[in-house]
């Protein structure tokens, strides 16, 4: 078991120093892919804080009104 494990460890470095480019490559490519993960989410976290703060600055005592189709619904048009 652990002269597999050794072995095929030895395997693995020749074999990315043997293909240095392409290692590089995936390595930039893995690198790239964590980091706009990581971007995206925190893109999204402070745009949930802010539109959070938003709400949170209107109060309670606010209500709006919009014109509209005041029937709406599955039962809308039936009377």
């Known amino acids: 078991m652990a002269f597999n494990l050794l072995e095929n460890a030895n395997m693995a470095i020749k074999t990315l120093s ?3 480019m392409r290692s590089g490559l995936t390595m930039l490519g893995i690198i790239i892919g964590n980091a706009s993960v990581i971007a995206m989410i925190a893109v999204g976290e402070a745009a949930q804080v802010y539109v959070t703060r938003q709400f949170e600055e209107l109060g309670t005592n606010v ?3 919009t014109p509209g189709d005041a029937q709406r619904g599955p039962l809308a048009g039936t009377a």
Do not use: E, M, R
Request: glycine share 0%; charged share 15%.
């Open 18 to 20: 043997a293909n240095k």
């Open 63 to 65: 209500l709006f009104v």
